[in-house]
């Protein structure tokens, strides 16, 4: 993943998730990374918003049903947490469908359960 200047706040959230796993390691469960990288955030002035929202829209009707992301970070990255032992297709799907019905274009899906941090960035 190539993570410099041009996507500043995608480097921003990996290196808060980089330092969570680095104090933690793995084996925790997920709701462990997700309050340790909400210190994480608010420490390093990352904005935002824990389990975000996103209504599911058919053909103008909302469906009553919807999705909740992680975090959305910066109002444009979704953020979503794993902690196993790798990710999977799944994984990517589901952080996929999280792009769709928010209409962002960047997610991070990160692994915390593996001996290292796992991540993938994904855009539509």
């Keep these: 993943m190539d993570t410099d200047?041009?996507?500043?706040?995608?480097?921003a959230i990996l290196g808060a998730a980089m330092e969570?796993?680095?104090?933690?390691?793995?084996?925790?469960?997920e709701a462990v990374y997700h309050a340790a990288l909400a210190v994480e955030f608010s420490t390093r002035s990352i904005?935002?918003?824990r389990e975000a929202p996103f209504a599911i829209?058919?053909?103008?009707?909302a469906l009553g049903v919807g999705y909740r992301a992680d975090f959305l970070c910066?109002?444009?990255?979704?953020v979503e947490l794993k902690a196993q032992?790798?990710?999977?297709?799944?994984?990517?799907?589901?952080?996929?469908?999280?792009l769709k019905a928010s209409g962002?274009?960047?997610?991070l899906l990160v692994n915390f359960g593996a001996s290292r941090l796992e991540y993938k960035r994904l855009v539509l």
């Design 47 to 49: 904005p935002f918003v």
């Design 85 to 98: 032992a790798a990710l999977t297709m799944n994984d990517q799907g589901q952080a996929l469908n999280y």
């Design 57 to 61: 829209d058919y053909k103008g009707v």
């Design 5 to 11: 200047e041009r996507d500043a706040e995608s480097y």
């Design 20 to 29: 969570v796993h680095s104090v933690l390691g793995h084996g925790f469960l």
């Design 74 to 78: 910066y109002d444009a990255i979704i």
């Design 104 to 107: 962002r274009r960047r997610a």
